[in-house]
């Protein structure tokens, strides 16, 4: 089993950029697929983006393409979100997933979360 912990969220201006880190222990990360989800206050919990075992292929919500980057350092035991433009829209607690499928796009697909970090960004 793997646990999560993320880290790198704080309070921004909108068209800043924040990197969420998120560190992997236990069971290695090479051995799952990987995503970041937020949630904002009374909403669901949603996929940003989501990465394969091995980096091969990512997937984005609508919302931030072109503007966010997830990558991972299986080496390190490390998934990261490059978050760029930031709106204050993207003001949500943002959370490391793991899924034992090589990428997945459901939340129900994830087994493994993070306590989730905190990201504001003000107008």
């Known amino acids: 089993q793997v646990q999560l912990v993320e880290s790198g969220g704080g309070l921004v201006q909108a068209g800043d950029s924040l990197r969420l880190s998120c560190a992997a222990s236990?069971?290695?990360?090479?051995?799952?697929?990987m995503g970041w989800f937020r949630q904002a206050p009374g909403k669901e919990r949603d996929l940003v983006a989501a990465?394969?075992?091995?980096?091969?292929?990512?997937d984005y919500a609508d919302s931030v393409k072109g503007r966010f980057a997830i990558s991972r350092d299986d080496a390190k035991n490390t998934l990261y979100l490059q978050m760029n433009s930031l709106r204050p829209e993207d003001t949500a607690v943002y959370y490391c997933?793991?899924?034992?499928?090589?990428?997945?796009?459901?939340?129900?697909?994830?087994?493994?979360w993070g306590q989730g970090t905190q990201v504001l960004v003000s107008s």
């Open positions: 990465i394969s075992r091995f980096g091969r292929t990512t």
């Open positions: 997933a793991a899924t034992p499928r090589d990428i997945a796009l459901a939340r129900q697909s994830y087994a493994h």
């Open positions: 236990g069971r290695a990360s090479s051995n799952y697929g």
